[in-house]
C-alpha cells in the first residue's frame, strides 16, 4: 500500500498546536530566569553584607563608608566597593545578575555602573552636604533586621548622572512620624531617565527590576543589616509604614 504523506491540514494544525504551546511556555521561562536573576541577586548581596561585617570587626564596628568626601577623588577607596574588595574573592558579587551596563565599579569615575548599592547613611562628608561628619557604627542601628544596608540600583554611565553604586534615604519621600521611616527615591522604572533633570546627588534612587511592570509592582531586592534578604514592590517601599515598614535613615 502507498504510503500516505502529510496533508496541508494536517501541517496547519501542528503548526498551530506548537504555536499555542509556545505561547504558554515561553512566559514560564521568561519568568523563571527573572527568579534565577533575582535570586543570583540575593546570593552576591548576602556575601557582600558578610564583607562589610568583616571590614567592622578590622575597624572598630565602624562601617565602611559608602562614600569617604575627606579623600580626593583620584583615590580608589573613595568609594565603598574598594574599601571592601580584599574581603570578598570575586568582583563578579557586586553586580545585580539582571542588571544591564553595569559592571564592579572600580573607583569614582565608574560609581555609576554600581546595580547593587550600598546605603549612602554611611557616606562620610566632613562638610555634611552628602553625608555625616562621623562614622556610621553598627551601635546605631537599633533594629538591624528592619535596616536595609544593599539594594538594588539603576546602573549606566556615570555621565549621564548614573550612581549606582549607592542608594540615598535621604532624597525621598520623608515621614512626619517616625523620621527613619523616610524612603529613598524607588520605582520599577529607571527613575535616573524619568528625573535626569535632577542633579545626580538627588538622585541615587533604588530601582525595583525584577518582574517590572511599570507600575510599581516591581520588585527589589535588600539585604539588612542582620544579614537577611528578602524582596519588596517599590508600591510597598513607598507606603513606608503601611508597606514594608523598613527603617532606612538609621542616623
Not at 565608574?110 to 557616606?123: C, H, L, N
Amino acid at each position: 500500500m502507498k504510503e500516505q504523506g502529510i496533508t496541508l491540514i494536517e501541517l496547519i494544525t501542528v503548526v498551530a498546536i506548537i504555536a499555542v504551546l509556545a505561547a504558554m511556555l515561553f512566559p514560564v521561562f521568561s519568568q523563571a530566569r527573572e527568579r534565577a536573576r533575582m535570586t543570583g541577586c540575593f546570593s552576591h548581596a548576602r556575601q557582600l553584607v558578610l564583607a562589610v561585617y568583616t571590614y567592622t570587626q578590622d575597624y572598630d564596628e565602624a562601617l565602611p563608608p559608602s562614600t569617604n568626601y575627606a579623600v580626593a577623588t583620584s583615590v580608589p577607596e573613595r568609594i565603598w566597593t574598594r574599601l571592601i574588595q580584599p574581603y570578598v574573592r570575586d568582583t563578579n558579587i557586586f553586580v545585580c545578575p539582571g542588571a544591564t551596563g553595569s559592571g564592579f565599579p572600580t573607583d569614582w569615575s565608574q560609581r555609576g555602573i554600581g546595580s547593587m548599592g550600598y546605603t549612602a547613611a554611611t557616606a562620610h562628608d566632613p562638610a555634611e552636604r552628602e553625608g555625616f561628619a562621623t562614622p556610621a557604627v553598627l551601635v546605631q542601628m537599633e533594629e538591624p533586621a528592619r535596616t536595609p544596608l544593599f539594594g538594588d540600583t539603576a546602573s549606566g554611565p556615570t555621565a549621564q548622572k548614573y550612581r549606582g553604586y549607592v542608594f540615598d534615604p535621604y532624597v525621598g519621600q520623608p515621614n512626619l512620624l517616625d523620621p527613619r521611616l523616610g524612603t529613598p527615591l524607588v520605582a520599577d522604572r529607571d527613575l535616573v531617565k524619568e528625573l535626569n533633570h535632577l542633579p545626580p546627588a538627588r538622585l541615587k534612587p533604588l530601582y525595583a527590576r525584577h518582574f517590572a511592570t511599570g507600575d510599581n509592582r516591581g520588585l527589589a531586592t535588600l539585604i539588612f543589616a542582620d544579614g537577611h534578604a528578602k524582596t519588596y514592590s517599590a508600591a510597598s517601599i513607598l507606603a513606608q509604614e503601611k508597606g514594608a515598614n523598613l527603617l532606612w535613615r538609621f542616623r
